[in-house]
């Protein structure tokens, strides 16, 4: 018996009753098959909408990172990961192997634009699983077209990655409620404990389904065969994390910094909305419409999402509900304490979050419905189409090229912050010139760079001494407004020229007397 009431099909239960009738059977066949072909479908256009212009935008920092510890031997990649992010490893070591393909941008964000368009028909078969086809598949389509994931999917990062591996663990999950087969036991907890060790955002998913399983199993007569299962596999996630946890508390240690360790109401209201606001939150807006459409948006996509809700009131309402809101709350503690308000990290929570808004539409009447729907997936197209048209995160690739016409071959090239010499190198090595030097220590730091020591001015000067010139490259600006080293040699030198790009400046110093 099902401890989740719902049908494990979109079908009345009188029409699968009644399957022995061949005629009606071949129906019932051939009706899967079309909803099959129309999720292939929608992968294809996700697929599309993933790899187009791919590998157009420069490498930014955090993909030089992920690209920097995937080149690492296996050994020195975990004891990176442990000194210098507060991330799990097990994206890193997976793109350690991928990297033997190559390197290139295409390449490195591949992976992650594949697991994005293969999410699409995991959430339709999850979605069918505890709602009904059309909603699954509405909601497919909306997960189809998201800026929010598009963005993220052409990365080389490990956020597809950590919302597929989420989504898979309530698939899983869910079979094995209904099922109780060991097998989907088993495939449960293997998603889970890799969705941890990819990103530690995982926990706040996965504490909110172990919460709302809790629930539903705790309220469910017949659930004791279903309730032994799950058990044993929220054992086995705990036993395969727990050699993470002392790592986790010494990266928890340094990460984050204390200024930004609470959670103010207005950090909340940016969680909220860039929750809910997942569809299109990468396009402009003039300043005077943002405020108000921003406004609009939210409140319209939270009434509809509450009226799906609403509309299944079931255990499977209630896990999408938690699902879609726990992280939230969860994130919003933590950060009482430790200042990590990310809203990639609630990645995941979307994924209910777009069911149980296709539910919603689906429940109101067919001209709301039609005027819903177009709303959404017209203002998801506009936000994709503007996000293709954003210009790089940061523009190393046209730092280099500005390098490899106005800089002489065995140019001195300082970095302001050592954090910009993995995306900085990752284009020289591409173009064939030498690799810079820093003038900070990677030292771990999360909202400003570690403060130079006279040390760190000894060395530079070391490296400057007996040249006529050289180069200065600040990354970041955000950071620190005229870095470190900028005025340190702005007092002993002659800047000769400077050259702007998107968060990143590069000044051309001379000695005095060659000016």
């Given at each position: ?6 049908p494990s099909r979109s079908l009345p239960a009188g029409l699968i009753a009644v399957a022995t009738d061949h005629r009606l059977a071949r129906q019932v066949r051939l009706a899967s098959q079309s909803w099959t072909l129309r999720v292939l479908a929608l992968t294809l256009v996700s697929a599309a909408l993933r790899l187009y212009r791919l590998p157009d935008k420069s490498i930014w ?455």
């Amino acid at each position: 018996m099902r401890t989740l009431t719902v049908p494990s099909r979109s079908l009345p239960a009188g029409l699968i009753a009644v399957a022995t009738d061949h005629r009606l059977a071949r129906q019932v066949r051939l009706a899967s098959q079309s909803w099959t072909l129309r999720v292939l479908a929608l992968t294809l256009v996700s697929a599309a909408l993933r790899l187009y212009r791919l590998p157009d935008k420069s490498i930014w920092y955090d993909e030089a990172f992920s690209i920097s510890l995937g080149q690492l031997p296996m050994l020195d990649l975990l004891q990176a990961v442990i000194r210098l992010d507060p991330h799990p490893p097990l994206y890193y070591a997976l793109l350690h192997f991928w990297l033997r393909i190559g390197s290139d941008p295409f390449v490195v964000r591949l992976p992650s634009a594949l697991l994005g368009a293969l999410t699409i028909p995991l959430l339709y078969a999850t979605g069918v699983r505890l709602v009904s086809r059309p909603a699954a598949f509405l909601a497919a389509a909306l997960l189809t077209v998201a800026p929010f994931h598009v963005y993220w999917d052409q990365q080389a990062r490990m956020y597809a990655l950590l919302g597929f591996l989420c989504l898979g663990s309530t698939f899983f999950l869910v079979r094995a409620l209904q099922d109780h087969r060991p097998i989907d036991g088993v495939a449960h907890a293997i998603c889970a404990v890799a969705a941890l060790y990819v990103q530690t955002g995982a926990l706040f998913y996965l504490t909110a389904q172990a919460a709302a399983t809790g629930m539903l199993l705790w309220r469910s007569v017949p659930a004791r065969a279903a309730a032994r299962l799950w058990i044993a596999s929220q054992v086995a996630v705990v036993l395969l994390f727990v050699p993470w946890l002392p790592a986790m508390a010494y990266q928890s240690a340094i990460y984050g910094d204390p200024g930004y360790a609470r959670t103010s109401l207005a950090a909340l209201e940016g969680l909220v909305r860039d929750l809910v606001f997942a569809w299109v939150p990468f396009w402009r807006l003039p300043p005077t419409l943002a405020g108000p459409l921003v406004a609009l948006l939210v409140i319209g996509v939270l009434a509809i999402s509450a009226r799906g809700l609403w509309a299944v009131r079931h255990g499977s309402g209630r896990l999408l509900g938690v699902l879609a809101v726990g992280p939230f709350g969860l994130l919003a503690l933590v950060c009482c304490w430790q200042g990590i308000l990310l809203p990639k990290s609630l990645l995941p929570a979307t994924l209910p979050l777009y069911l149980l808004l296709s539910l919603g539409l689906l429940a109101v009447r067919r001209v709301w419905f039609v005027a819903g729907l177009l709303a959404l997936v017209g203002l998801s197209l506009v936000g994709v189409a503007r996000l293709y048209s954003l210009g790089p995160e940061e523009d190393w690739r046209g730092a280099v090229a500005y390098l490899a016409e106005a800089s002489q071959p065995g140019d001195l090239i300082l970095v302001d912050t050592s954090a910009g010499l993995m995306p900085l190198n990752y284009y020289l090595e591409r173009e064939g010139l030498p690799r810079a030097v820093h003038g900070v220590p990677f030292r771990f730091w999360s909202a400003r760079p570690p403060s130079l020591t006279e040390e760190d001015y000894e060395q530079a000067e070391d490296l400057i001494r007996a040249r006529s010139d050289f180069w200065l490259l600040v990354f970041r600006v955000g950071f620190d407004a005229d870095g470190q080293m900028l005025p340190y040699l702005r007092a002993h030198y002659t800047l000769a020229e400077s050259h702007a790009l998107t968060k990143i400046r590069l000044f051309h110093f001379v000695e005095p007397s060659t000016k």
